[in-house]
């Protein structure tokens, strides 16, 4: 099953969205967190995001969602050094999410989560 | 010169500033750039290799700045400096062509990672005038010094006309209108780290 990893600022933040996407998904998806710096304060850490993407992978590939500046600039890094079975979305981080995960727990493939995870930004609120 | 001197004369630069670089960084940003650089720096200096090519030391100071300095500065800093070891590729001498390559590489991963052009108030604004003085000194004959002190002359002043720009990447871009006014704090480090290269190599001229 491809996997999905969280980047954000915030360790709560991260933990929740990666809370919802497992919950509100349409079966169970693997979602991991990767909030805060090293020592949990607000911040990114490319350690943790290592270590997220890990815990994510089980051969299928992973989904990158991350939340906004150094989140982005790290994953890109992060991404550009792991080859192509990591791949980091251009997509709304909670929508985003959701929409992986949901995609994902079908058994879909890498390009299909992304396809999800990215079509999440079409849906409008106003 | 030595490249391992530049590491270790940044970080000491960066340390004595890290207050003032955070106090700019907090009128525009989240306050933490100076103490962010000032974490990555001082674990590069730990990090450096006590044998191998001066490409290499970069390679492995710029690996370290990516994953312990958090925030933008990480990535961009780190990955420039990685590539500045990458364009130095074998060579035992740091010669001014080659430090040349080793700049224009830097801009060019800083700029393709962070997608900045000049005039966005980033550290952009710096680096490309030092790069551009720097290529400028060398085409006219001038040597290691002589083309560093051109470049680090060139990013004092491009950081300081970034007073009057509006921010248009990263934090300070959602101030809009009211980021003018501010030096950034990026550009002003990256002119420090430039000042650090020019001092090594006149006191070695």
Redesign the interface.
């Known amino acids: 099953m491809v996997g999905i990893v969280v980047l954000a600022h915030s360790r709560k933040l991260a933990e929740g969205v990666a809370e919802m996407a497992r919950a509100m998904g349409v079966g169970k998806a693997v979602v991991e967190p990767a909030g805060g ?2 020592h949990g304060g607000l ?5 943790r995001l290592k270590r997220a993407v890990r815990t994510a992978d089980g051969g299928d590939g992973v989904v990158v969602l991350a939340d906004l ?2 989140s982005v ?2 994953a ?2 992060f991404v550009a050094a792991a080859g192509t079975g990591v791949i980091l979305v251009d997509a709304p981080l909670v929508e985003g999410a959701v929409a992986a995960a949901s995609m994902a727990a079908t058994g879909a493939d890498l390009r299909a989560v992304v396809r999800a995870a990215e079509a999440a930004r079409g849906h409008r609120k106003t | 010169m030595s490249i391992l001197d530049w590491v270790r004369r940044s970080a000491e630069l960066i340390a004595a500033e890290a207050e003032r670089l955070s106090r700019l960084d907090a009128a525009i940003g989240d306050g933490d750039h100076g103490h962010n650089l000032d974490r990555g720096f001082a674990a590069a200096v730990e990090a450096l290799p006590e044998h191998g090519t001066p490409g290499r030391a970069l390679v492995v100071a710029g690996r370290t700045i990516v994953s312990t300095t958090g925030g933008v500065s990480g990535p961009l800093y780190g990955m420039a400096v990685r590539r500045a070891g990458k364009e130095l590729g074998d060579a035992g001498v740091v010669d001014a062509v080659r430090l040349g390559a080793a700049l224009r590489g830097a801009l060019e991963t800083v700029q393709e990672l962070g997608e900045a052009q000049e005039g966005e108030k980033t550290m952009v604004d710096a680096l490309a005038p030092a790069v551009a003085a720097y290529e400028q000194a060398l085409a006219a004959g001038g040597d290691l010094a002589e083309c560093t002190r051109a470049a680090a002359d060139a990013a004092e002043r491009g950081a300081q006309a970034t007073v009057p720009m509006q921010a248009r990447k990263g934090r300070a871009s959602y101030l809009g209108k009211r980021s003018i006014g501010h030096l950034d704090p990026g550009a002003v480090s990256t002119a420090l780290l430039i000042r650090a290269l020019a001092d090594l190599a006149s006191e070695h001229a």
Do not use: A
């Not at chain 1, 911040?43 to 350690?47: H, L, N």
């Open positions: 710096d090293e911040g990114t850490s490319m350690e500046g150094s600039l790290t890109k890094v």
